[in-house]
């Protein structure tokens, strides 16, 4: 196989090019360090509809409430009272009591089930991996909008239907392992 080595070379003609890679390469591959997120606005080089990322997409990352996989299986067995209990679930493989508490937040924190965007990612915060109750998506979010009083019921309704204080706002997170 031939190999043109001319095709590589960088010259001054296209060091914007290579300059515009590096810094996609340098933001996409950032891992959380408090740099960019948690934060309560998207950062625009995070925003995938709005960059222009050919060869990498930037980092993913959700916006909603982190919370405990203990509130999330809280949630759960209230909805499963009677079937499952706590102690049940002791000698289960966490990855079903994961699936179990993601899957009644997926399906009783959603407002219109003909239009679903209630996701439960792991995510990155300050104090380690959290699940995370999201109502966006940075890969989706510009594919779809939410209007505010329709986002402010979604954020009312999670935080009420989970517990959380008042003061608890939602934040956009880096996805862990998406």
């Not at 043109?4 to 996609?24: A, G, P, R, S, W």
């Not at 995510?123 to 109750?133: H, I, N, S």
Request: hydrophobic share 35%; aromatic share 12%; net charge negative.
């Amino acid at each position: 196989m031939d190999v043109n080595h001319d095709e590589h070379v960088i010259t001054t003609d296209n060091l914007d090019d290579v300059n515009e890679k590096l810094e996609q390469f340098q933001v996409s591959s950032t891992h959380s360090s408090g740099k960019l997120l948690p934060s309560p606005y998207l950062p625009p080089e995070l925003a995938y509809a709005e960059a222009h990322y050919p060869n990498r997409r930037p980092r993913r990352a959700f916006f909603g409430f982190a919370v405990s996989s203990d509130i999330l299986l809280d949630y759960a067995l209230r909805w499963y009272q009677g079937i499952l209990t706590r102690e049940m679930l002791e000698g289960f493989d966490p990855f079903w009591v994961g699936d179990i508490w993601a899957g009644a937040a997926k399906k009783h924190l959603e407002i219109d089930a003909a239009h679903p965007r209630v996701n439960v990612p792991i995510v990155e915060t300050p104090d380690g991996l959290k699940p995370c109750v999201a109502i966006f998506d940075s890969y989706d979010r510009d594919g779809w909008t939410l209007a505010e009083e329709k986002e402010t019921e979604y954020i009312e309704f999670i935080r009420s239907e989970l517990g959380l204080p008042e003061t608890q706002e939602p934040m956009w997170y880096y996805c862990h392992g998406w």
